[in-house]
């Protein structure tokens, strides 16, 4: 398979509109804050704004069009996407190739949903049909029971122990604390992971991600015009997405990403050795893991033996979710798609204060979304380099 490169595609200025964890306001006040942030960052009007992308789960009954009008936008390009944690990833790779081919010059990728106390409830229910028809009816209506059967039968086959996937909780949680967003405030021991109360056996309180309202953005434009406006940008090397694979197996324990890593390291021209940090969707410590293994950082199974080695903390060995993750920072619906690229972005334009890897200069950041009872169904990747 041959495919053009992304030379000359620049991704920039990085937005977190702060999460809360509950708000009275619409999905439509957190993206428009977060457009707002955009065009501050980039010192460009609206009207200068010529593509525009958007993932959100409580938009509707608006989708993307519908938001243009409501935030007095006219892009020539404009797409909507509804892949949950996967998005962030597809929204990039889309404007990515609009930007090279002239369909738009600058385009404002943004993620967010607002959570009020009731929202998150009546998301869950109406997530998808299989989730209406098969899984909410019969009392299984949230993600915690669909991940402890991935977790369960994941420790049983490779032999994890749940201190092995609190390490991960703690070093990220120990991130976040240099993360002014995160909402998690407070440092986390590994007593006290262990100690928390049972949500879903076997998972516990703090293998559960937090629902909250916010949005994330950054934006996509020509490194030519990166400079032009003097921002700083970060380069795209490789990208790759893959939904619903292998479709056969009884329960997931891998996903797109081992059937196109090869793909990946050879567009960028680099091996999971040469990355300087790592973000992983983390809904879950399990599917950390899972992204850990199917990039190719460790074999399928040794991911256990993986965490014992590495600390995973900003300034240690491997550093994986440099701002906390969606673990320790929350997740605000659609934006936790995005959440680990703005944490690379600020990591490659030295922007990230109190947490810089040091020297770094290539990173990596996987999404995987939309679960379906025993399985996430989208997922996908991209390297960035500086």
Same mark, same amino acid.
């Given at each position: 398979?041959?495919?053009?490169? +992304?030379?000359? @595609?620049? @991704? %920039?200025?990085?937005?977190?509109?702060? +999460? @809360?964890?509950?708000?009275?306001?619409?999905?439509?006040?957190?993206?428009?804050?977060?457009?707002?942030?955009?065009?501050?960052?980039?010192?460009?009007?609206?009207?200068?704004?010529?593509?525009?992308?958007?993932?959100?789960?409580?938009? &509707?009954?608006?989708? &993307?069009?519908?938001?243009?009008?409501?935030?007095?936008?006219?892009?020539?390009?404009?797409?909507?996407?509804?892949?949950?944690?996967?998005?962030?990833?597809?929204?990039?790779?889309?404007?990515?190739?609009? @930007?090279?081919?002239?369909?738009?010059?600058?385009?404002?990728?943004?993620?967010?949903?607002?959570?009020?106390?009731?929202?998150?409830?009546?998301?869950?229910?109406?997530?998808?049909?299989?989730?209406?028809?098969?899984?909410?009816?019969? *009392?299984?209506?949230?993600?915690?029971?669909?991940?402890? #059967?991935?977790?369960?039968?994941?420790?049983?086959?490779?032999?994890?122990?749940?201190?092995? #996937?609190?390490?991960?909780?703690?070093?990220?949680?120990?991130?976040?604390?240099?993360?002014?967003?995160?909402? #998690?405030?407070?440092?986390?021991?590994?007593?006290?992971?262990?100690?928390? =109360?049972?949500?879903?056996?076997?998972?516990?309180?703090?293998?559960?991600?937090?629902?909250?309202?916010?949005?994330?953005?950054?934006?996509?434009?020509?490194?030519?015009? %990166?400079?032009?406006? $003097? !921002?700083? +940008?970060?380069?795209?090397? *490789?990208? !790759?997405?893959?939904?619903?694979?292998f479709a056969t197996d009884p329960v997931q324990m891998r996903a797109g990403w081992a059937l196109d890593r090869a793909d990946l390291y050879e567009q960028a021209g680099t091996g999971p050795q040469d990355m300087d940090f790592v973000q992983t969707y983390d809904d879950y410590p399990v599917i950390s893991v899972m992204q850990l293994e199917d990039l190719g950082f460790c074999a399928k199974g040794e991911g256990p033996a993986f965490?014992?080695?590495?600390?995973?903390?900003?300034? *240690?060995?491997?550093?994986?979710?440099?701002? /906390?993750?969606?673990?320790?920072?929350?997740?605000?619906?659609?934006? $936790?798609?995005?959440?680990?690229?703005?944490?690379?972005?600020?990591?490659?334009?030295?922007?990230?204060? /109190?947490?810089?890897?040091?020297?770094?200069?290539?990173?990596?950041?996987? $999404?995987?979304?939309?679960?379906?009872?025993? =399985? *996430?169904?989208?997922?996908?990747?991209?390297?960035?380099?500086?």
């Amino acid at each position: 398979m041959s495919r053009r490169g +992304y030379e000359g @595609v620049a @991704v %920039a200025v990085p937005v977190t509109v702060p +999460y @809360v964890r509950y708000s009275i306001r619409a999905a439509h006040w957190w993206l428009a804050r977060c457009l707002a942030e955009l065009l501050k960052g980039c010192g460009l009007r609206k009207e200068d704004m010529d593509g525009f992308s958007v993932s959100s789960f409580t938009l &509707a009954p608006d989708t &993307a069009i519908g938001l243009t009008q409501h935030l007095g936008l006219s892009p020539r390009w404009l797409d909507h996407v509804p892949f949950g944690g996967a998005s962030g990833i597809v929204q990039l790779r889309r404007a990515a190739r609009a @930007v090279q081919s002239g369909d738009a010059d600058v385009i404002a990728c943004v993620a967010g949903d607002t959570n009020h106390v009731d929202s998150f409830r009546l998301t869950l229910a109406n997530f998808s049909q299989f989730a209406r028809d098969a899984v909410y009816p019969y *009392g299984a209506g949230g993600p915690n029971a669909s991940f402890a #059967f991935l977790t369960a039968y994941y420790m049983r086959t490779y032999g994890v122990k749940r201190e092995d #996937f609190g390490k991960l909780c703690v070093a990220q949680r120990d991130n976040a604390l240099r993360f002014a967003h995160a909402l #998690f405030k407070k440092p986390l021991t590994l007593e006290e992971y262990l100690a928390a =109360r049972p949500i879903a056996e076997p998972l516990h309180l703090y293998d559960c991600v937090m629902p909250c309202a916010g949005a994330d953005g950054f934006i996509v434009l020509s490194e030519e015009r %990166a400079k032009r406006l $003097g !921002i700083g +940008y970060a380069r795209l090397l *490789g990208t !790759i997405e893959r939904h619903n694979a292998f479709a056969t197996d009884p329960v997931q324990m891998r996903a797109g990403w081992a059937l196109d890593r090869a793909d990946l390291y050879e567009q960028a021209g680099t091996g999971p050795q040469d990355m300087d940090f790592v973000q992983t969707y983390d809904d879950y410590p399990v599917i950390s893991v899972m992204q850990l293994e199917d990039l190719g950082f460790c074999a399928k199974g040794e991911g256990p033996a993986f965490i014992r080695r590495q600390s995973f903390t900003w300034d *240690g060995s491997f550093p994986l979710n440099t701002s /906390g993750g969606q673990l320790s920072v929350g997740q605000a619906g659609a934006a $936790g798609g995005s959440l680990g690229l703005v944490e690379a972005l600020r990591q490659l334009t030295r922007e990230a204060q /109190g947490r810089q890897v040091k020297d770094a200069k290539l990173g990596l950041v996987s $999404g995987f979304g939309m679960i379906n009872f025993d =399985r *996430g169904l989208g997922s996908g990747a991209a390297i960035l380099g500086c």
